[in-house]
């Protein structure tokens, strides 16, 4: 099995900072795109930003210059910088990562999830 855990999370004022880790273990062989979404209440999860392999970048257009993605391809984790956070990035913050594995072949896995709230 392949198995995805968040950390990091907490309670920050307005234009604080967190850093946001990931780690995926298990039967791993390789991981393609990892990335870290969100999801506030009542709203539609949403992609934050991702990280591929080769480490090409995305952002959501409202964290583009306050958060960073970047990985550790050797430690099969993914890491989220968030800085000059406001209360709108208040929501719980999930991993996920396209995962090939030896016994599973290639799948999306998520993790928990970690919350962050941000105080205005």
């Known amino acids: 099995q392949v198995q995805l855990v968040e950390s990091g999370g907490g309670l920050v004022q307005a234009g604080g900072s967190l850093r946001l880790s990931c780690a995926a273990s298990g039967s791993i062989f390789s991981i393609n795109v990892m990335g870290w979404y969100r999801q506030a209440p009542g709203k539609q999860r949403e992609l934050v930003a991702s990280c591929s392999s080769g480490g090409r970048t995305y952002y959501l257009d409202s964290a583009k210059g306050r958060f960073t993605i970047s990985r550790d391809n050797a430690k099969n984790t993914v890491y989220l910088e968030m800085n000059n956070l406001k209360s709108e990035d208040t929501a719980v913050y999930y991993c996920?990562?396209?995962?090939?594995?030896?016994?599973?072949?290639?799948?999306?896995?998520w993790g928990r999830g970690t919350q962050v709230t941000v105080s205005s």
């Open positions: 996920k990562g396209s995962v090939a594995s030896w016994d599973y072949g290639v799948n999306d896995y």
